[in-house]
């Protein structure tokens, strides 16, 4: 067999990576241009990323400095609930036994805060209890150097080359080759399309303790990261162009961003500018079609809130690897992708909706919904930790960031 990977980011490299490592009869051959630039999404990660790496081989030890990498421990919520509401941590603990149906019970006779959920119930040496955050473009270099029997073409193409069996379109939005770009119809709610962001020096003295944590601040009209790495922060602002002019989110981002410094802003150094990504929220129905297979943004995005961007990817490649080795074809591969897409799309909008802020057009357009029931109808049918994207712990931690215990039983 022979299959080509069209472009050269992420998830052009993890999959050709991927692919030599547990097809090792198939031949390769991964072809970039040297005059596209790779939109190096994703600093923030989910604990799957780690053991991707494993999988390949390559020890932590190998390349956490290399990607500036840092541990991550979960995820700081602020202003999600109100305005002005204080912050809560979300962490990696896990339902086993169902024990948060008896903790919650203390929570409900005011013998526990919600803060006592991650003292209680997080164990730091469980299964997937830490993530990473980490530089993805540097880790490309990581995964290509260990290729060995990769065929690496430098070209600029615009037609598929003639010869393989089977082609992969990593060529991100632009989704040059893909061969059917239907699209599966999302549930109303998805309005960011855009993100103004740009590296900075770390603040080692606000966001020491922090610095294990991805923060996420609810905007005007969408919500802040910031990702602290060993030697910088990635900062951005995510907003929907519904509700927000490019030219005024970027204006909001400056102010948000007041005081600090670029990252590499120092004499003789140019200084960075933000910058902006958009796309339109979508995923691909049938991303394999025909001898084409989008991974990556070429299968499409929603929203990247809560690290799913890089998910999907490893997913992607690991969903194709298993389909071509036990002889299964397009039809379980894109039905394997629709499910982890609407998983996360339904949980992301939860945030969303779950919300009781309407201090902007932005959350008043998220008032009108109410997904109370459907928070812990997720939460009851979420309970394989091996299957399930978002488990029903992190379901059970997002009703108790927002105090939503109606139609809890």
């Given at each position: 067999?022979?299959?080509?990977?069209?472009?050269?980011?992420?998830?052009?490299?993890?999959?050709?990576?991927?692919?030599?490592?547990?097809?090792?009869?198939?031949?390769?051959?991964?072809?970039?241009?040297?005059?596209?630039?790779?939109?190096?999404?994703?600093?923030?990660?989910?604990?799957?990323?780690?053991?991707?790496?494993?999988?390949?081989?390559?020890?932590?030890?190998?390349?956490?400095?290399?990607?500036?990498?840092?541990?991550?421990?979960?995820?700081?919520?602020?202003?999600?609930?109100?305005?002005?509401?204080?912050?809560?941590?979300?962490?990696?603990?896990?339902?086993?036994?169902?024990?948060?149906?008896?903790?919650?019970?203390?929570?409900?006779?005011?013998?526990?805060?919600?803060?006592?959920?991650?003292?209680?119930?997080?164990?730091?040496?469980?299964?997937?209890?830490?993530?990473?955050?980490?530089?993805?473009?540097?880790?490309?270099?990581?995964?290509?150097?260990?290729?060995?029997?990769?065929?690496?073409?430098?070209?600029?193409?615009?037609?598929?080359?003639?010869?393989?069996?089977?082609?992969?379109?990593?060529?991100?939005?632009?989704?040059?080759?893909?061969?059917?770009?239907?699209?599966?119809?999302?549930?109303?709610?998805?309005?960011?399309?855009?993100?103004?962001?740009?590296?900075?020096?770390?603040?080692?003295?606000?966001?020491?303790?922090?610095?294990?944590?991805?923060?996420?601040?609810?905007?005007?009209?969408?919500?802040?990261?910031?990702?602290?790495?060993?030697?910088?922060?990635?900062?951005?602002?995510?907003?929907?162009?519904?509700?927000?002019?490019?030219?005024?989110?970027?204006?909001?981002?400056?102010?948000?961003?007041?005081?600090?410094?670029?990252?590499?802003?120092?004499?003789?150094?140019?200084?960075?500018?933000?910058?902006?990504?958009?796309?339109?929220?979508?995923?691909?129905?049938?991303?394999?079609?025909?001898?084409?297979?989008?991974?990556?943004?070429?299968?499409?995005?929603?929203?990247?809130?809560?690290?799913?961007?890089?998910?999907?990817?490893?997913?992607?490649?690991?969903?194709?690897?298993?389909?071509?080795?036990?002889?299964?074809?397009?039809?379980?591969?894109?039905?394997?992708?629709?499910?982890?897409?609407?998983?996360?799309?339904?949980?992301?909008?939860?945030?969303?909706?779950?919300?009781?802020?309407?201090?902007?057009?932005?959350?008043?357009?998220?008032?009108?919904f109410d997904v109370r029931e459907t928070l812990w109808k997720n939460y009851k049918k979420r309970t394989n930790k091996q299957t399930n994207l978002f488990v029903d712990a992190i379901w059970a931690t997002l009703g108790l960031y927002y105090d939503e215990f109606t139609f809890y039983e």
């Amino acid at each position: 067999m022979k299959i080509c990977i069209i472009g050269g980011g992420c998830s052009g490299w993890w999959a050709a990576g991927y692919l030599e490592k547990f097809l090792p009869d198939v031949k390769i051959t991964l072809i970039e241009s040297d005059t596209i630039p790779t939109i190096g999404v994703g600093e923030s990660t989910l604990p799957q990323l780690g053991y991707f790496f494993e999988e390949l081989g390559i020890p932590e030890s190998d390349w956490m400095d290399k990607t500036d990498a840092i541990k991550k421990y979960g995820n700081i919520k602020q202003g999600w609930e109100h305005k002005d509401a204080p912050e809560f941590t979300f962490t990696f603990w896990y339902n086993d036994n169902k024990v948060f149906d008896n903790w919650v019970q203390d929570y409900f006779a005011g013998k526990k805060t919600r803060d006592d959920v991650n003292k209680d119930l997080y164990d730091s040496s469980a299964w997937r209890a830490s993530a990473y955050h980490f530089d993805a473009v540097e880790s490309i270099g990581i995964v290509k150097d260990r290729c060995k029997n990769v065929e690496h073409i430098i070209d600029t193409i615009t037609e598929l080359p003639p010869g393989y069996d089977l082609y992969l379109d990593c060529t991100g939005f632009k989704q040059l080759f893909v061969k059917d770009k239907t699209r599966l119809p999302l549930p109303e709610g998805h309005m960011v399309d855009r993100v103004w962001v740009m590296p900075w020096e770390l603040d080692w003295e606000d966001e020491e303790k922090e610095c294990n944590f991805t923060k996420t601040i609810a905007r005007d009209a969408g919500w802040q990261f910031i990702i602290n790495l060993q030697e910088r922060a990635g900062i951005g602002y995510v907003f929907s162009s519904k509700f927000q002019s490019d030219r005024d989110a970027l204006i909001y981002y400056k102010k948000m961003t007041e005081g600090r410094i670029p990252y590499g802003a120092f004499p003789c150094t140019p200084t960075r500018q933000p910058r902006l990504i958009k796309w339109d929220p979508h995923y691909l129905a049938n991303p394999w079609s025909d001898n084409v297979v989008a991974l990556g943004l070429s299968g499409g995005m929603i929203d990247p809130l809560e690290a799913n961007v890089l998910y999907t990817t490893v997913y992607g490649i690991q969903t194709l690897v298993k389909c071509l080795n036990r002889g299964y074809g397009p039809r379980a591969y894109n039905k394997a992708m629709s499910k982890v897409h609407y998983e996360n799309s339904d949980f992301i909008l939860h945030h969303y909706m779950l919300s009781n802020r309407t201090d902007t057009p932005f959350w008043e357009y998220y008032s009108k919904f109410d997904v109370r029931e459907t928070l812990w109808k997720n939460y009851k049918k979420r309970t394989n930790k091996q299957t399930n994207l978002f488990v029903d712990a992190i379901w059970a931690t997002l009703g108790l960031y927002y105090d939503e215990f109606t139609f809890y039983e």
